[in-house]
Each structure stands twice: as structure tokens, then as C-alpha cells.
């Protein structure tokens, strides 16, 4: 029989509805939201190939979590790391940083070397601006923003893009196109700053960039990479690039919850003592792990994502195929086991 279950997104920080199509229980497809404010009935193809992640699922080992246990044990609380990362809930990362407060762990909360700006943005904002000023490929990689950014464009915008890339499809509806620092296209174009402007982002060149930003007095809005990104930073704040390396190179036990930080920062990750993920998926960060710990997918789980322009959207579980415990069942074990 088939069924169709609404939930929201996974791949990036824009927060968009999707539909999971089941058959007897099997999930064997996704296609769009079509009454979802965000993405307005469309899903680009990160978000319909989201749940081809569920062919790399891991299958459950109850033996490694009694192996985490002692290694945890037999380290120093303040050689171990947690990664705090945006591809969980809120719920999930109030659990987390709980854990590590309650153990003296050490929280590396990372974000593509962006940060949190204490600013209320919407999406319509981007489609009612006057001047659009775009860092990145944001087309390419967010194109449900980019969308809009089409539309602000039809409105009579101006759109200003800064990029690495020339013939990018952002680069390509760009009226006034660079390739220069961050720091030196918000210098060309301070002239066109206003209130009625707005800054997007994906990357910057240093953390000090972000600072700039905010000098600018338009409005400004971050598309982060992970879909709960904004959630995480609520709680814990970013750091940068640089201190998250410092901070690795002092990390004995390291702890990563539904990451692939291997593929976040430029480290050599080996040379920490011990790398334990707990993970939904095989991916890189788990290739180089001691101990790999299965979860829970985000396609079996409840809970709530905080998109960029700072809605937070609730979820329910699609199916339930696995016996793999959530993020919070196994810290409730593993506190359970240290007690």
C-alpha cells in the first residue's frame, strides 16, 4: 500500500517541505511539498536524492556502546570533544549539550566558519529588495534561495555576486560580478548598502569577515550548509575554523554525533587517540572511526529544524525499519553505564 508522509528537509539550512512516498512500508521516493511556504511546491535535487542516504544505513551493534563506555572512562573529561553539529534537532542537540555540561566535555560547535547574526530575515525580504548581494554559489548549492533570488532579480533588484566561480549559474544572473576577498566587495560596494538591501552568504574567507557584515546596515542572512544549523547556534556558539583546529589537536577522545566533519575542516583526524561516531550512514568520518555507533535517521525520528531566516519547524518520524536507538536513548545509556 502506498502512503505519503509530509516531513521537512535534510539537506541544507532553507527548511523546505518534502514528501516521503512509501510502498508497504519501504520508502521508495520523494516529491515536493506542495503547500509548503518555504519551497512553495519545489524541491531541488539534494532535497529529492535526500533519501538515498538510507542505502548506506548501519546496522545496529549493542557490543560497541559498552566499548564507548570504557573508553570514555578511561579519559580525562577535558581531553574529550563532542561534535555539536547542525545535521540534528533541537531536541537532539539540547540532549547533547546536556551530555557534555554534565561531563565536562569540551563542545566543538563548527559552522563552515560562519556564526549566528542576531537578525529577523525572511526569504520575502530577498524577493523585495532593492540591491541583492550574494557570496557564493548560492544558485547551485541552495537553490530554493537562489530562486528567490531569481525573483528579487524580475522585481527590478540589482544583483551583486562575489564568487570564485565565473561562469557559475550565480555568477551568471549577477549584474555586477567579482571574484575578489570578502572584505574588499564590501568595501567596492558601500555606496549601495542600505536598509532595503540584503547580504547573502554560504562561505566567507575568515571568521573576522562576519564582523563586516553587520557594519553594512543591511539586512543580512547566512545559508548554512547543515539543515539545523541555526538551532545549534542558538545553543552553543560557533568557532572558528582556526580554534576548532587548536581545540582537535588537544582532543584525546573524540565524539561525533551524525557528522562528517572529515569533510568540514582540513585536519588530521587519525591523529587523534580515539574517533567515535555515532551515525545513521556510512560516510568518511565513519570510515576513520575507532567506534561507530548506529542512530537513528532523520527518517525515523520526531523532532523540530531551525531554518536560516530562524523558523523552526517540527517533524514526525516517515517509518520505522531499523532497531537502532536515538541520540537521546544512547547518552541516556552511556550516563546510565557510568553512573
Not at 250 to 270: G, R
Request: one cysteine or more.
Amino acid at each position: 500500500m502506498f502512503e505519503i508522509k509530509h516531513t521537512l528537509c535534510p539537506s541544507c539550512s532553507v527548511g523546505c517541505g518534502i514528501n516521503v512516498i512509501l510502498d508497504d512500508g519501504v520508502v521508495v521516493g520523494t516529491f515536493p511539498y506542495k503547500r509548503h511556504p518555504v519551497n512553495e511546491g519545489k524541491n531541488c535535487l539534494n532535497g529529492r536524492n535526500s533519501i538515498k542516504s538510507i542505502d548506506e544505513c548501519i546496522e545496529s551493534d549493542a557490543s560497541v556502546l559498552k566499548d564507548v563506555v570504557k573508553k570514555l572512562e578511561s579519559c580525562e573529561n577535558d581531553k574529550v570533544t563532542v561534535v555539536f553539529s547542525g545535521n540534528n534537532s533541537n531536541e537532539d542537540l539540547d540532549s547533547i549539550k546536556s551530555f557534555c555540561e554534565s561531563k565536562g566535555y569540551q563542545i566543538l560547535s563548527y559552522a563552515d566558519n560562519l556564526r549566528k547574526f542576531d537578525t529577523s530575515v525572511s526569504y520575502d525580504d530577498i524577493e523585495n529588495a532593492s540591491n541583492v548581494f550574494v557570496i557564493g554559489n548560492i544558485l547551485y548549492e541552495n537553490p530554493l534561495i537562489g530562486r528567490r533570488i531569481v525573483h528579487a532579480k524580475e522585481n527590478g533588484a540589482k544583483i551583486y555576486v562575489n564568487d570564485d566561480l565565473e561562469n557559475s549559474p550565480t555568477a551568471n544572473i549577477a549584474d555586477e560580478f567579482s571574484s575578489k576577498s570578502v572584505k574588499e566587495f564590501l568595501e567596492i560596494n558601500d555606496a549601495n548598502f542600505d536598509d532595503e538591501s540584503i547580504i547573502l552568504f554560504n562561505k566567507v574567507d575568515s571568521f573576522e569577515d562576519l564582523d563586516l557584515f553587520e557594519s553594512t546596515n543591511s539586512k543580512i542572512l547566512p545559508v548554512y550548509s547543515k539543515s539545523n544549523t541555526k538551532g545549534a547556534l542558538k545553543l552553543v556558539e560557533a568557532i572558528s575554523k582556526e580554534n576548532a583546529v587548536e581545540l582537535l589537536n588537544d582532543t584525546e577522545v573524540l565524539l561525533v554525533f551524525n557528522d562528517d566533519i572529515v569533510n568540514d575542516i582540513d585536519f588530521d583526524f587519525k591523529s587523534i587517540s580515539t574517533v567515535i561516531s555515532f551515525s545513521p550512514y556510512k560516510n568518511d568520518t565513519t570510515e576513520i572511526s575507532d567506534f561507530v555507533v548506529p542512530i537513528k535517521s532523520w527518517l525515523e525520528s520526531d523532532g523540530s529544524f531551525t531554518n536560516s531566516a530562524d523558523l523552526t519547524q517540527e517533524f514526525s518520524s516517515v517509518y520505522e525499519s531499523s532497531q537502532n536507538m536515538g541520540i537521546d536513548e544512547i547518552i541516556n545509556k552511556i550516563n546510565g553505564e557510568m553512573e
